[in-house]
């Protein structure tokens, strides 16, 4: 498909190849402002686990602060017509996107992606309690708008609840993607590994916050699932 410009903010997007099932490349595009891929028509579907990994790791690189766009009605990048919001479910986890109403694809944030893919999972009443101590006001990971832990666990604006990376649950879904891809070397076999250690290193985090300085800055300039995303990218960043 090549760049295209992102339908909900118009800056360019950047196009990423990845291995789809039976052999088949499968193209993305990447919008760094909004925090959003663009899929063409089942394209999701298409990805390899090492692929999905991959995106993962993407995601984990190019986490930052979401800008808000409110302005502008997204439209198809192929045909131009406006996107429908779109509601799903992935076991017990709703997901949303913005689809073309002619089939050409669907536009899928990073935090709906990861959400999509069971990577997320809402805090604790303990862990927004030990964060309230140390941060008054976080941005939401789904919409970009500021939440006021005084005010509540949820954001005022979309309705999303506070949420994080769900470590525990990606160490399970690396090694089941893992395994699904065995034998074709595309799968680092020590990510479970290093998902584990982001695992353990979070617990304590939220044990003992005030000591996390990096992490609390990540978490003040972005969002909480942010911050998980730029953990596990340096440990993989150590790593190689």
Not at 61 to 77: I, K, L, M, N, Y
Not at 186 to 197: I, S, W
Request: with cysteine; hydrophobic share 35%; charged share 25%.
């Amino acid at each position: 498909m090549g760049s295209v410009e992102c339908p909900r903010c118009g800056s360019p997007m950047p196009e990423e190849t990845l291995d789809g099932r039976n052999g088949r490349p499968v193209s993305i595009n990447l919008c760094h402002p909004c925090q959003a891929f663009w899929f063409d028509t089942h394209e999701s579907l298409s990805l390899t686990p090492g692929s999905t990994l991959s995106l993962f790791r993407l995601i984990g690189e190019h986490s930052a602060r979401r800008t808000t766009q409110g302005a502008r009605t997204p439209g198809c990048p192929r045909c131009q017509a406006p996107l429908r919001r779109t509601h799903d479910m992935q076991r017990t986890t709703r997901f949303e996107y913005l689809k073309c109403p002619s089939g050409h694809g669907r536009l899928t944030s990073f935090f709906d992606f990861l959400r999509e893919k069971d990577f997320i999972r809402p805090l604790t009443a303990a862990q927004i309690a030990e964060l309230r101590q140390n941060v008054q006001t976080v941005n939401c990971s789904n919409c970009g708008g500021p939440v006021d832990l005084n005010n509540g666990s949820a954001c005022g604006h979309c309705g999303s609840p506070l949420s994080m990376l769900d470590l525990k649950q990606a160490e399970a879904m690396v090694a089941q993607l893992r395994d699904a891809d065995r034998g074709k070397g595309t799968v680092d076999p020590a990510l479970p590994l290093e998902l584990l250690r982001a695992k353990r290193d979070v617990e304590a985090v939220f044990s003992s916050l005030e000591t996390e300085n990096r992490w609390l800055r990540d978490v003040s300039s972005q969002d909480l699932v942010g911050a998980g995303l730029k953990m596990v990218a340096r440990w993989l960043d150590r790593k190689a």
